[in-house]
């Protein structure tokens, strides 16, 4: 089993991160001090470090530092509460593989570990006619390098579908590089798909190579392309068309020959429409499109997906757990809108609580089911609670929507969505009270 180091000098926070770590199936080696664990562990031996930013002893950037120093280049997650981009972007010049700000979410460490270190065998569960279709489909256009775009709700399992198409590619061998482009800033993103050359901007001791030149041979995943900023759209777009990067500060491009596949959780025809998404791009990425369906779509998945999960459990805790016949009745009238992902951490913690290897529906399902008619009935009101409380975190702070995300405990990108779901745009309320005052 693969070992990640932890390194936190909050109590707290470092359980946390150690329950996540094991949850994503890889052994956990935690310390509160940074000093301690460069004295005591053989950093070769991990295949992952996660550190926080701020800490008493060493701050995160120091420890980083002295890690690259010392000639080891395993990946490094910096987390930070603290920090703004400035700090992010520091992060990744000394040598960060990814960061995270806090608050932040188990789905959204998961995402960014597993885009670090998949899973060593990946595994297409579909028992289903319209998801064995998809992957006898997927067989036959892998070996091309058509452009792939997968669509379909959030926890579908876009990510996985792509992963298997590398696989089957004749790119097999070569480099998979994911990037999500919703949780990394427009500024960020842009030094992080095609880098930059040393002096190219205050700080930039030395060339930083992209993601771009990174899966060179390779294929590269742009996650949730529907949220990259209208003005880096363009510059994608010339990637595409002259198969080409410029990095930043550079003279001359640097060719390159990569596989693209990007996934959507939106209709990006739509958001051409409303004027999102440029629409030379969409049809450049929408060569092949491949649309994921919902679990609610794919009932014969669910009860070979959720043994699936049990299995890999099985293997990490050393026990032989199975559903029992009351739970599986449960899986398979549950309407499962947050799809394969709601699946998974559902038999995690069925699995956590279970006194036994025989599982069954536990007490705090029958009472989420009780609650349901009466929750159904508030959703409304809650909905508009929920807006009401957004806008006026926003309004408080100058519609600055990274600092209202962590006022209220969201990812930015919530921030972003909820926005485009009210139809409201920042710079015209901004503008409306420049007028006001």
């Known amino acids: 089993m693969k070992r990640v180091l932890l390194v936190d000098d909050e109590e707290d926070m470092l359980v946390a991160l150690k329950e996540s770590v094991k949850r994503c199936g890889f052994a956990p080696i935690t310390y509160k001090n940074p000093l301690e664990a460069l004295e005591k562990t053989n950093l070769s031996d991990f295949s992952l470090i996660i550190t926080d930013m701020k800490m008493s002893q060493m701050n995160g950037l120091e420890l980083l530092s002295t890690i690259r120093k010392r000639g080891i280049f395993i990946p490094v ?48 569960v579909a028992e289903s006619s319209v998801m064995s279709k998809i992957i006898a489909t997927v067989r036959d256009i892998a070996s091309s390098d058509i452009s792939i775009l997968l669509s379909g709700q959030s926890g579908t399992g876009k990510e996985v579908v792509a992963r298997y198409i590398h696989k089957m590619s004749s790119r097999a061998d070569k480099p998979f590089v994911a990037i ?70 550079g003279r001359l491009p640097v060719p390159v020959d990569v596989r693209i596949i990007a996934t959507t959780n ?59 016949d009351e739970l599986k009745e449960h899986l398979l009238r549950r309407k499962w809108e947050g799809n394969v992902r709601e699946l998974e951490n559902l038999i995690y913690r069925i699995v956590v609580i279970s006194k036994s290897e025989k599982l069954f529906l536990p007490e705090f399902e029958n009472i989420s089911n009780r609650a349901n008619k009466d929750h159904f009935e508030i959703i409304g009101s809650v909905k508009d609670m929920e807006k009401e409380l957004i806008l006026k975190t926003l309004k408080e702070n100058n519609w600055n929507q990274r600092k209202s995300a962590m006022i209220l405990g969201l990812n930015p990108r919530t921030i972003r969505n909820k926005l485009k779901d009210y139809g409201i745009k920042v710079w015209e309320m901004k503008e409306l009270e420049k007028k006001h005052n």
Do not use: W
């Not at 800033?185 to 930059?196: A, C, I, V």
């Not at 739509?270 to 629409?279: I, L, N, S, Y």
């Not at 092949?288 to 049990?310: G, M, S, T, Y």
């Open 180 to 249: 999500n482009c919703a949780a990394i800033s427009e500024t960020l993103l842009e030094s992080e798909l095609f880098g930059f050359e040393k002096g190219a901007f205050t700080g930039a001791t030395e060339r930083r190579t992209g993601k771009f030149e990174l899966a060179n041979k390779g294929t590269i995943l742009l996650d949730e392309i529907s949220e990259m900023a209208f003005p880096l759209q363009a510059k994608l777009l010339r990637v595409i068309q002259e198969k080409e990067i410029d990095r930043i500060g």
């Open 266 to 324: 939106r209709d990006l025809l739509t958001e051409v429409r409303q004027g999102r998404f440029r629409e030379d791009l969409y049809y450049r990425l929408n060569v092949f499109p491949i649309k994921i369906p919902p679990l609610a779509e794919r009932h014969e998945d669910i009860i070979p997906l959720a043994e699936f999960f049990l299995k890999k459990l099985s293997i990490k805790m050393g026990k032989t757990f199975y559903l029992s």
């Open 77 to 124: 997650i910096v987390i930070t509460g603290y920090g703004t981009v400035e700090n992010a972007v520091e992060a990744m010049k000394l040598g960060a593989t990814d960061y995270i700000m806090k608050p932040f979410s188990f789905d959204s460490l998961k995402e960014t570990i597993t885009r670090i270190m998949p899973d060593d065998e990946l595994e297409m």
